[in-house]
């Protein structure tokens, strides 16, 4: 049954979620979508701090409605402006519920694994009437088309394909395809990119990335430093020079009184 639960310091009627079947044991289908969803969400959390909060979630049920037959389940989604909900075992913190977020999410990318996954049609259309303002279809073994990444853009309530996936200004985010290695695995995988299309880091790029510049600053300290050294060496030679000059100079000057000679 219904409760009176608080939301934002507003008193509202918050439906009865217990027949809502929020998890159904269903694996991920395959090894490149396994790590292609946490590249997306890992990459945001660890390094995005412009879009911050945010929600991002992968594999997980959005309902529409309080009914199973709303429900559809978004290889990811982006929300923003909103704040991750708690983690528990009640059924409220189990999906993401757009009565509870108050928004419908701005992003959901959807990685094609076969032909019946219906990221065309069938999701494609519950997506559009859902509000969800971008939507992007990952197709990396073309199992729909000759296209790998195809981005749509919400319009008078009508899906309109964009040109480019490069940049979303309403969220602040881009797409690309970026052949690299993540979890040891090379290949070509969807990375988010910012409006100067450089890739947004998961936490281990970006420390590494940290690291490789402080050993190129290392490095040129040291070569800093041996270089002070070669000159503090020759400016020791130089002076070693001078000297032996002045010895030699002050000989022969003696010699030459020993001689009787004048020496200027």
């Not at 008193?11 to 694996?27: G, N, Y």
């Not at 940049?167 to 990119?193: H, K, N, S, Y």
């Not at 910012?194 to 402080?214: H, L, N, Q």
Request: charge should be negative.
């Amino acid at each position: 049954m219904a409760e009176t639960v608080e939301y934002d310091d507003q008193e509202v009627i918050a439906p009865d979620l217990s027949h809502l079947i929020t998890e159904d044991d269903t694996p991920v289908d395959n090894r490149y979508s396994e790590r292609q969803m946490p590249l997306l969400t890992s990459s945001l959390f660890e390094s995005w701090e412009e879009g911050k909060p945010f929600e991002a979630l992968t594999n997980v049920g959005l309902f529409s409605k309080p009914d199973n037959e709303s429900v559809v389940v978004p290889d990811f989604l982006l929300s923003l402006g909103v704040e991750p909900q708690k983690v528990s075992e009640d059924k409220e913190s189990r999906s993401y519920y757009i009565w509870l977020y108050g928004q419908p999410p701005n992003l959901v990318i959807e990685i094609v694994s076969n032909k019946e996954g219906g990221e065309l049609d069938r999701k494609f259309e519950r997506y559009q009437k859902i509000g969800v303002a971008y939507y992007a279809v990952h197709d990396p073994f073309h199992k729909l088309g000759r296209r790998t990444l195809r981005l749509f853009r919400l319009e008078a309530g009508k899906y309109i394909e964009c040109a480019s996936a490069n940049w979303m200004p309403e969220i602040g985010l881009g797409l690309t395809l970026w052949r690299g290695i993540f979890q040891d695995v090379e290949a070509e995988w969807l990375r988010f990119v910012d409006e100067e299309g450089r890739v947004i880091p998961t936490g281990g790029e970006k420390a590494a990335s940290e690291r490789g510049k402080a050993e190129q600053e290392r490095k040129k300290a040291e070569r800093e430093r041996k270089k002070a050294e070669q000159e503090r060496k020759k400016a020791e030679r130089e002076r070693e020079k001078a000297e032996q000059e002045r010895d030699r100079a002050e000989r022969l000057a003696a010699r030459l009184r020993e001689l009787g000679e004048e020496v200027e």
